[in-house]
């Protein structure tokens, strides 16, 4: 099993990037799929996740708001849509998969089974 992530990059604050998660999964679709992000010197936090139908999502009270996460489970990949960044949002953003049929609100890295490499954001002042 591997989750691709990309999509991350340089962008002034108030812009936006939108992060998509490849997964070679076979039954992406039975899979809870989950955001975190890290920055330097910090503790990975959650940011987002959606059930495996997309039916429930979930965010972090920070991206409230400003970060929508959609899935398409035909192309086996997550989305971030990050808008009105700022530079607190700096980090490396990491997709995680669990396999879950539930609407639960997976919001600790240790409930995941699949990690990603990680993209890293830059938002500047």
């Known amino acids: 099993v591997q989750l691709q992530a990309s999509g991350g990059g340089l962008v002034q604050a108030g812009g936006s990037l939108r992060l998509s998660c490849a997964a070679s999964i076979r039954t992406f679709s039975s899979y809870a799929m989950g955001w975190f992000r890290q920055a330097p010197g910090k503790e990975r936090e959650f940011v987002s996740c959606?059930?495996?139908?997309?039916?429930?999502?979930y965010y972090a009270d920070s991206v409230k708001d400003r970060f929508t996460i959609s899935r398409d489970n035909a192309k086996d990949t997550v989305y971030l849509q990050m808008n009105s960044l700022k530079p607190e949002d700096t980090a490396v953003y990491y997709c995680?998969?669990?396999?879950?049929?539930?609407?639960?609100?997976?919001?600790?890295?240790?409930?995941?089974?699949?990690w990603g490499q990680g993209t890293l954001v830059t938002v500047s002042s």
């Open positions: 959606i059930s495996w139908n997309g039916a429930s999502t």
């Open positions: 995680a998969g669990k396999l879950s049929y539930g609407s639960g609100w997976y919001r600790l890295p240790t409930e995941y089974d699949y």
